[in-house]
């Protein structure tokens, strides 16, 4: 009898306050006609080892009195889903820039230490994952918050319950190409182009009264290779508006592009472009250093160059697959749509 | 994977039955002990950690009432239909030989085929 109080005591320590001695009395007196029914059953009483099977059947104390608690939960299921697309929203639009800004800050601010590279790297993406897993639980911590006081105050349950079809957005075709976009990167690409052009079509690229930047004459070759890139995406641009759809052989054509100018980037940066700095206020050892300065900067610049590019090309490998895949599912369905008999 | 899917669509297919099967049985007075009895006699067992919550929430619901009473000498609890339980369960009854009926039409279509159904439906 003692293993059984002792299982009474272990179930009223989780059963809710108000109604703790009713529950226990009822389950204490069921439990009670069990052990008596199978004594009765046995024509014995019950060995101490049958009693704790009996009670190990009824399961673990916490889990019984579990059960007479009412269901709850801090944010329910028709807020659940709002709340993890703004979580993945958060992490992917705030955590994930955010990580990297810090790592460019890291990176320009001490720019590496006497070492092997990867150790200083390794510092610096320790020190940013810190800062960002940081601003990630608090981030959490503050949408679980807000969340839990829309569930308990039942406001936002009640607007999502409270729709209207009519004001349901438009489906989007994804096989379209959006005139915007399109607009956007033809008129950014002639920006690019006449700035660039003009500014930087020699390898002495600043030449004012005090100051005169001169690059190696490898510059040329990025000269040219990023204007025909600039060039090559105006030509997209206009095919995007003339045919506004994705087809593998166009998504292929941006893949190119941004593998293009990744490449040409991730170059640039290894490559040693600065030849002479001079900058007349400060002197022929500052403005050494100022050159050293500015080339490490460059060269330090290359992981994120190389991050951002693979993420691009990611990208871009996705909507190929997807463009093959959208063209295979026409092909099944026919151009128009789905064919009913 | 598949016997434990087969468990929950079984339980979650008895949850409604068994609410129906514990009104009924509540026409005549029980304590929790002999009502788990006599359900598990018609082949209904049912687990002590789901009886007692359900007994506790139809009563907060008004669907039965309840007495401590002394019998051979312990305190047990006493469940019996209230007249709300009563209409429920008709509404419950009703309801639920309407979802056999339909099922069972399914079924006999699924089986049979659409135009011996329609034939014996009519």
Request: aromatic share 10%; glycine share 6%.
């Amino acid at each position: 009898m003692d293993l059984i109080e002792r299982y009474l005591h272990a179930v009223e320590f989780w059963l809710p306050k108000g109604q703790r001695q009713d529950i226990l009395a009822e389950l204490s007196e069921d439990i009670h006609s069990q052990v008596e029914d199978r004594e009765t059953a046995l024509g014995r009483g019950l060995t101490e080892v049958e009693t704790s099977a009996l009670l190990r059947e009824r399961g673990r104390p916490m889990m019984v009195a579990n059960r007479f608690q009412p269901q709850r939960s801090l944010i329910g299921p028709v807020l659940f889903p709002v709340y993890l697309f703004v979580v993945r929203t958060v992490a992917l639009f705030y955590l994930v820039p955010g990580w990297a800004v810090t790592v460019v800050l890291q990176r320009t601010q001490y720019p590496g230490a006497p070492g092997p590279w990867w150790e200083s790297w390794a510092k610096t993406l320790g020190v940013a994952g810190e800062q960002v897993c940081t601003t990630g639980v608090i981030a959490l911590g503050v949408i679980t918050a807000v969340f839990a006081v829309l569930q308990i105050t039942g406001v936002a349950e009640r607007e999502l319950l409270n729709w209207n079809p009519r004001k349901l957005p438009a489906v989007k075709s994804c096989n379209r190409i959006s005139r915007a976009w399109s607009v956007t990167n033809i008129v950014a690409n002639l920006l690019f182009l006449l700035w660039w052009l003009p500014c930087f079509s020699s390898p002495e690229i600043l030449h004012g009264p005090g100051i005169s930047l001169t690059l190696e004459p490898a510059w040329m070759h990025f000269f040219w290779a990023f204007a025909a890139t600039a060039l090559w995406n105006i030509g997209l641009g206009i095919a995007n508006l003339l045919h506004p759809q994705w087809s593998r052989p166009r998504a292929v054509c941006y893949l190119a592009s941004n593998l293009a100018s990744g490449l040409l980037f991730c170059w640039m940066t290894r490559t040693h472009l600065v030849a002479s700095l001079s900058v007349t206020s400060l002197g022929p050892a500052k403005s050494g250093l100022l050159a050293h300065a500015l080339q490490s900067t460059m060269a330090a610049c290359f992981p994120i160059v190389l991050i951002v590019t693979t993420v691009l090309l990611v990208v871009d490998l996705l909507r190929v697959v997807r463009a093959g895949e959208r063209q295979g599912s026409f092909a099944g369905i026919g151009a128009k749509g789905p064919v009913s008999v | 994977m598949n016997a434990e899917n087969f468990e929950n669509l079984r339980l979650e297919l008895r949850r409604g039955s068994l609410v129906i099967a514990v009104l009924a049985a509540l026409h005549e007075e029980q304590y929790g002990y002999t009502l788990r009895k006599k359900l598990s006699s018609y082949r209904l067992d049912v687990d002590e950690n789901t009886l007692y919550p359900l007994l506790r929430r139809l009563e907060s619901q008004g669907l039965l009432t309840s007495e401590w009473r002394e019998e051979n000498k312990r305190n047990k609890r006493f469940y019996r239909l209230a007249r709300e339980g009563e209409s429920m369960l008709s509404k419950l009854m009703a309801e639920w030989r309407a979802i056999d009926a339909s099922v069972a039409e399914i079924l006999k279509e699924s089986v049979y085929g659409p135009d011996r159904a329609i034939s014996a439906r009519g």
